[in-house]
């Protein structure tokens, strides 16, 4: 994106830095101004377990756990600045219900939380309760009341009694066909013998238990139906529990209920909620109710997993709904199970489908601005054909239009880009292979094939044809895990109209020959996604995305193309390239606490590139820099290593050159917090760099310092910066601003730029301030 010339410029950075600490100052002072003459403000409080009688296992965890439940909270802090009471104590009085005073006092801002609305007696009884929960029966809890400057904190002193172990653990079942079935699944219990009393754990071997039940039949049993009984009177410090299924239990749920018939409506009319006339078109074991005979019916067979004669199992159940609704076809999926009149444990089940429209067409118009002065639009149109063949078939065809236009500079200068291009994407919700293969996920597997063609034309320079094309696989093991086989891709890049100007140029940096390059690659591609990022109950949670690409590798074998031998190989005459390129992505999140979070990134890349090619093709190689990754320098401007380009900023004649790769690392690590509502703050480092794995043959096209060595680490850039998020959910609208903290181009000595902080200088700011404007978080 763009730098931006900060505002402030008549003060020098500590004198900056002083302002800024004596504003904060002042408002501290005055965060109790709201605060009644009897009272004051409640700032807090902690857990300081003391435990020399029972030593407590896990000490820290247990305090933050009854930190955790103390209410009320205190009042939102960022950095230890409590900032929506200082907005709240900005506004004086509010006398309208509208208007911008209203909105930064009582919605932007937050009123104080007071002393006399915290209970520390209320709040020592939660203490005690979540210790006796976990088994710490007969503990005690004291307060420490510290108070300054009318503000009031309280230090809470529990003293656990001891904590009590399970000794036995006794089903108390009759030999009934429900008992035994509970019987049958003891061995699975999470209620263990020794291990610690937990009232959460009992709770959830309750759920466990009615989870089991449900695999085998048991519909209409609940939970609530079992009774765990705590003996805490049998020996020191240890108790027995015995579970019982209650006496009053319906006898509809100890039975067990077998599938006897499976209806499909897929056109189904939510608007008229009422039973469909029966049977419907039989097909195997289910029935069809497909009047205008919309699909096909072995779109079904691929969806249903109950069978007739089957006992109910939630499991297939929940397979059924989640593939019903993962082919895309529906607005509206849900089922209805209904007892057989005269069959006393025989059910119906039906899907009512309520289908998406056929067809549909979309357009987008995007506005853009980047660092290079270039000012442009894109306008795309898409159109969806939703079950093409009756088969659940998904037809995509995308086209755009767009062009970027550079402000800066006279008009002979100018190299403005132009382009179109289209894409068809056909997805088919089955393997397509010579052999079958059953696949028991949840998501339905997916073969799609790919076709596209791109143009592109910058004015004065070059004319760019690419033709690319794909197929394989898409399926998805689980919630967390999904597979990207394409055993078949294709790209041909074609260069044309190139001008002697463009030509002349790149003679000075050669880096500008590889945008022209011919580029041919054909071969496998895969990729593998692991993530847990949906499981926001957790603590941490993982994303891993890793990739491999290959390209004319068997034929490069075969014709035994070696370029720097001087035998390069060609197909249809056009050489074709022949790497292997290997990407991994990692990331992982921990929550710090209600309104805090820590995102991490780390970034490793590697291509080796042989035979028919020196180093991998233009598209294909790494980049550094630019608002998703190192904030602080701009696009694709980092690197290779420690080169720099002549003629800074790596511009030559109006032309940029992007500085790419054959290796690469990148890390980044982000403090988020939630200051108020749907608006985040950030503070981030990143760093990174990519290297080449061999020079380029051509010695005109020589890069010192762009090869990686066993000094690498030397070579790696970095930022640091602060930034503000507005999330809506539906749509995240980012401003980060950063400065480099290390710029490897430098000589040794001088490589480490936050030295020469100064915020008011001028040039300085103008050179080492970064702005970065994005839609969506960078990781």
Request: hydrophobic share 35%.
């Amino acid at each position: 994106m763009r730098k931006i010339n900060c505002s402030i410029s008549t003060l020098h950075g500590t004198q900056f830095l002083g302002l800024v600490l004596l504003l904060l100052f002042v408002s501290s002072c005055s965060l109790t101004r709201f605060v009644p003459p009897n009272d004051k403000l409640y700032t807090g409080s902690k857990v300081k377990i003391e435990d020399k009688e029972y030593p407590v296992k896990n000490k820290k965890e247990l305090q933050n756990e009854l930190e955790s439940v103390l209410r009320p909270r205190p009042n939102s802090s960022f950095l230890g600045i409590r900032y929506r009471l200082m907005l709240y104590n900005m506004i004086d009085t509010v006398t309208k219900k509208k208007g911008i005073k209203n909105y930064i006092k009582n919605r932007l801002g937050e009123p104080p939380v007071l002393m006399s609305k915290f209970s520390v007696s209320s709040n020592k009884n939660l203490i005690t309760n979540r210790l006796d929960n976990q088994g710490y029966f007969k503990s005690t809890c004291s307060a420490d009341t510290i108070s300054s400057d009318r503000k009031v904190r309280y230090i809470f002193r529990p003293v656990p009694g001891p904590q009590y172990k399970i000794r036995k653990v006794e089903y108390q079942v009759d030999s009934s066909i429900l008992g035994k079935d509970i019987v049958k699944n003891l061995p699975r219990t999470i209620l263990r013998e020794g291990n610690s009393y937990d009232l959460d754990i009992i709770k959830a071997e309750r759920v466990r238990i009615d989870n089991n039940l449900k695999e085998h039949g048991y519909y209409y049993f609940s939970p609530d139906r079992l009774f765990i009984y705590a003996d805490s009177t049998v020996g020191k410090y240890q108790v027995d529990l015995y579970l019982q299924v209650k006496d009053n239990t319906p006898l509809k749920e100890k039975q067990k209920y077998f599938i006897e018939n499976i209806y499909v409506v897929p056109n189904y009319d939510i608007a008229q909620d009422s039973i469909y006339i029966k049977p419907g078109d039989k097909y195997k074991d289910f029935y069809v109710i497909d009047k205008e005979k919309r699909f096909k019916p072995q779109v079904f067979e691929r969806t249903m997993f109950f069978h007739q004669g089957d006992y109910y199992n939630r499991t297939d159940h929940n397979l059924s709904l989640n593939r019903l609704i993962n082919l895309g076809e529906f607005r509206f999926v849900k089922n209805r199970f209904y007892d057989i009149e005269g069959d006393s444990n025989g059910m119906e089940v039906m899907y009512f489908l309520t289908p998406l429209p056929k067809k549909s067409i979309n357009a987008q118009i995007t506005l853009k601005q980047n660092d290079a002065d270039f000012t442009g639009s894109d306008f795309s149109v898409g159109w969806l054909n939703r079950n093409t063949f009756r088969g659940a078939e998904m037809l995509r065809i995308n086209a755009y239009v767009g062009a970027d236009i550079q402000r800066g500079g006279d008009s002979l200068n100018n190299r403005n880009y132009y382009k179109f291009g289209a894409e068809a994407n056909l997805s088919i919700p089955k393997f397509i292979l010579p052999f079958q293969i059953q696949s028991t996920s949840a998501f339905v597997p997916r073969t799609i094939f790919t076709l596209g063609y791109d143009y592109l034309k910058r004015s004065k320079s070059y004319v760019l044809n690419s033709f690319r094309g794909s197929a394989g696989y898409v399926w998805k093991e689980n919630v967390r895990k999904e597979h990207d086989l394409r055993p078949i891709t294709i790209n041909y890049v074609h260069p044309s109209n190139v001008t002697s100007e463009y030509q002349e140029i790149a003679l000075s940096d050669r880096t500008l020959l590889k945008a022209i390059e011919q580029q041919f690659t054909f071969g496998p591609s895969y990729r593998f996604t692991y993530s847990t990022t949906s499981q926001t109950e957790r603590l941490n949670t993982f994303y891993y995305r890793g990739g491999l690409d290959m390209s004319g590798n068997i034929v490069g074998l075969i014709t035994g193309a070696n370029i720097r031998a001087g035998k390069e190989s060609k197909i249809f005459n056009a050489a074709f390239s022949q790497f292997i390129k290997v990407e991994n992505d990692f990331r992982y999140f921990r929550r710090l606490g209600r309104n805090y979070s820590w995102a991490n990134r780390f970034i490793a890349g590697y291509g080796y590139a042989y035979g028919n090619s020196v180093n991998l093709p233009f598209v294909k190689q790494f980049f550094v820099g630019g608002t998703n990754s190192v904030r602080a320098f701009r696009a694709r401007s980092i690197g290779p290593g420690s080169y720099y380009a002549p003629n800074d900023p790596r511009t030559t004649g109006g032309f940029t050159a992007d500085q790419s790769g054959d290796i690469k690392l990148e890390a980044n690590t982000e403090l988020r917090a939630k200051l108020y509502k749907f608006i985040y703050g950030a503070v981030f480092v990143d760093a990174g760099q990519i290297w080449l794995l061999n020079q380029n043959i051509d010695p005109a096209a020589y890069k010192e310092g762009a090869v990686i060595s066993k000094d690498f680490l030397k070579d790696i850039a970095a930022g640091t910066g602060i930034g503000v998020r507005l999330d809506v959910n539906f749509f995240v609208l980012r401003l980060d601003v950063a400065t480099p903290l290390y710029k490897p181009w430098l000589s040794e000595s001088n490589r480490w730029s936050i030295k020469d902080f100064n915020i008011g200088n001028k040039s300085w700011r103008q050179e080492n301030i970064v702005w970065n404007l994005a839609i969506g978080y960078p990781f």
